[in-house]
């Protein structure tokens, strides 16, 4: 009896728990009116529905074709967490992070208990839907990253409930609506990397309930009210790179909650208060900017080559140092990294902020499928702030400076990639040499090679090479937290010395054929096989192979000849491979027959050297027209003066006096510049090295 009573009460108990447990983890059907109202937004969205008769409410997502990588910070979730007896209704929509390539969805507005909408990380198009505003329940909206343009409703101003807005990594634009100082209840705004214009609203100030504010290069202008220093509930300020007239900082107490506090170039003045060194509470304070330790050199240099974030590379007998053993080299406030024996140096700044550390490698940056022979391009070195190389020690005079990059991160693998913008500035002693610098835009995609070419002066033994991060450009792509400037390598030569492939092409790119042999005709000593070369570069289609094209005496003066006749006629163009169309610079393609014709003369006296035509093609000196076939020995009395003046040009150059002016077209090397005005000065009279230096 006792075992039949027990069994009967395990029988009960068991009943009882699967019926609780079907009443409890059993959702209920979502309403049908929103089941349509669901698959109308996913087609606006460019959502390939793959199961349509799914209910979101019981699977909790919307089954869509597959259009992102597996593994990717993906999140498709639909909840349904209000139930008014008969039906579910979705409260939570997201789709993050799946490329998806349409536009943002005016039928959302039909989700009458809609609490939260995420569409972060796609590539989506039009502008912010008005229709949005009348939802009584939505509170968090996150378009960030997804592509949108357009202006900020004014109607957006009329959410009762919304306390979560982010904007940022767009390309919304216009002023900041008025109506917007109605949301009261707003705890997170965040607007940076955009373009808007006018000034930050004063009616911030109001926002009691903020605790955290971003505006990385908004596009908006200063000053920044007081009020909104002084919010008590405020714990994240963050506001950077803002042209306007000065202001003082704020004199009344900051918030007592801060614990980022980021005032980055927003044209502040005075100093800062003395009371904010004490803050416990402050986690991040950015701004101040460390001094340049002294050097003593016991020699001094002419050259220094740089592989970034790598170790040590040679290329073409050339040793390209490496940084990979400074680490990361970026703490709080940033962190120097010199030493006394080495002729070079760098300071990075800055902490990928919000990443969560899972960007902490990201200093240096590894790519995972470089093309082959790319050594100085399979590694860079990243900073959130910005990156300063120094070179120490070295002769004054004028040199030329050559940046490598490449966007290794930014894979064109996903569409939501492509909303993914590096951007950031260039300074070279001070100066602002680039403006919004883009590696991928620069070099037409991502994964490919480019070199940018600068003049500099050293005055005082010491070069500087600032890359600065101005708040622009994406950093939520491909996670948050991933942004600020990037470079391969550097090499800086006195003169005009340096093997710079910008001297042949108007944007060059290392990772295909052309370039390589473009790299072994500065390099080699052969000097009569570089007309062959320079025509089989080209001119591809006409040669099996720049082997086949250098075997001969024979096919050398052919190819003369016939680059000779061209140039009688004025025809030297016709030299150049059609199927290369115009994607070339056809300036510089010119100056390159000119000088091959020069190093083709039959009498290798009167040949100019590599340094004589690096000179020429970096137009320190003009290139002289071949006036008769240069094939034919001796014929050519022109080329005889031009050597005369090469060799006098290379004795002055040597006992350290300067060159005779050949030309009065002589001009120097062109400079890949947007902009010499100095927007952001990084001098020791800078506010913040006075701050911390003095």
Not at 6 to 15: C, G, K, Q
Not at 261 to 269: D, H, I, Y
Not at 592 to 618: G, H, K
Not at 632 to 654: E, R, T, V
Request: aromatic content about 10%; hydrophobic content about 35%.
């Amino acid at each position: 009896m006792l075992m039949m009573h027990i069994n009967e009460m395990s029988l009960i108990l068991l009943l009882s728990f699967l019926c609780f447990r079907q009443v409890t983890f059993v959702q209920p059907r979502l309403d049908p009116i929103e089941a349509t109202v669901v698959r109308q937004i996913a087609s606006t969205l460019g959502a390939n529905l793959t199961n349509p008769n799914d209910d979101p409410c019981q699977s909790r997502k919307i089954y869509v074709t597959q259009t992102y990588v597996i593994g990717t910070d993906i999140e498709n979730n639909i909840t349904c967490n209000y139930y008014d007896g008969n039906y579910s209704h979705v409260t939570n929509f997201k789709l993050k992070t799946m490329s998806l390539q349409g536009k943002l969805p005016p039928e959302l507005v039909n989700l009458p208990f809609l609490e939260e909408i995420d569409l972060t990380r796609n590539d989506l198009s039009g502008e912010l839907p008005k229709e949005w505003a009348t939802m009584q329940h939505l509170n968090t909206i996150s378009l960030t990253g997804t592509g949108i343009s357009g202006e900020i409703p004014k109607e957006w101003g009329n959410f009762p409930n919304l306390t979560y807005l982010s904007l940022e990594a767009n390309q919304l634009s216009g002023p900041i609506p008025e109506e917007l100082g109605n949301l009261m209840s707003l705890t997170t705004l965040r607007i940076s990397d955009n373009s808007f214009n006018g000034t930050v609203p004063e009616f911030i100030g109001r926002w009691t309930k903020l605790k955290k504010l971003e505006m990385y290069s908004s596009g908006l202008k200063g000053p920044i009210n007081a009020t909104i220093f002084a919010l008590e509930n405020l714990k994240d300020l963050r506001i950077t790179d803002m042209i306007g007239p000065e202001f003082d900082f704020s004199k009344r107490n900051i918030s007592k909650e801060m614990k980022n506090l980021v005032l980055r170039n927003c044209s502040m003045s005075g100093s800062i208060p003395a009371y904010i060194w004490s803050m416990d509470t402050l986690e991040t304070l950015s701004g101040l900017l460390p001094c340049p330790r002294e050097s003593s050199c016991q020699k001094y240099y002419q050259s220094i080559h740089i592989n970034c974030g790598g170790p040590n590379v040679t290329i073409n007998h050339t040793v390209y140092e490496g940084d990979d053993v400074a680490g990361k080299g970026a703490t709080f406030p940033a962190t120097m990294n010199y030493d006394s024996l080495t002729k070079w140096g760098f300071i990075s700044a800055g902490d990928f902020m919000d990443d969560h550390d899972k960007n902490a490698d990201g200093y240096i940056v590894k790519a995972a499928d470089t093309q082959p022979n790319l050594d100085l391009y399979s590694t860079a070195r990243a900073s959130p702030l910005f990156l300063t190389y120094y070179g120490y020690c070295l002769e004054n005079g004028n040199y030329t400076v050559n940046l490598h990059f490449a966007e290794i991160l930014f894979k064109d693998k996903e569409p939501y990639y492509k909303v993914g913008r590096r951007i950031f500035d260039i300074y070279i002693q001070g100066i602002l040499e680039w403006q919004d610098f883009n590696i991928k835009e620069q070099a037409n995609q991502t994964g490919k090679a480019i070199i940018k070419t600068f003049n500099a002066t050293v005055t005082e033994n010491t070069l500087e090479i600032r890359l600065y991060w101005a708040g622009k450009g994406t950093t939520v792509i491909p996670n948050r937290g991933y942004y600020g400037p990037l470079i391969s390598a550097i090499s800086v030569c006195r003169g005009k010395s340096c093997n710079s492939l910008s001297a042949f092409h108007s944007n060059p790119v290392l990772s295909d054929a052309n370039a390589a042999a473009t790299t072994r005709v500065l390099m080699d000593k052969n000097v009569s096989e570089l007309i062959v070369m320079c025509y089989a570069l080209f001119s591809p289609s006409r040669f099996s192979s720049v082997g086949d094209a250098i075997l001969g005496t024979k096919a050398e003066e052919e190819i003369c000849k016939q680059a000779f006749n061209l140039q009688q006629k004025g025809n030297l163009m016709e030299i150049v491979d059609p199927m290369l169309e115009d994607k070339f610079d056809k300036e510089k393609a010119e100056k390159m027959i000119r000088v091959a014709l020069l190093c083709s003369n039959a009498d290798p006296t009167l040949r100019p050297t590599m340094s004589e035509v690096v000179s020429m093609l970096e137009s320190q000196t003009i290139v002289q027209e071949v006036a008769s076939d240069p094939s034919i020995y001796g014929a050519d009395l022109q080329i005889k003066q031009l050597k005369g003046y090469y060799q006098q040009m290379h004795d002055q150059s040597s006992s350290g006096s300067s060159a005779p002016n050949f030309s009065s077209e002589r001009t120097g090397i062109e400079s890949s510049t947007t902009s010499t005005h100095d927007l952001y000065p990084i001098t020791s009279e800078s506010i913040y090295s006075n701050l911390i230096c003095r």
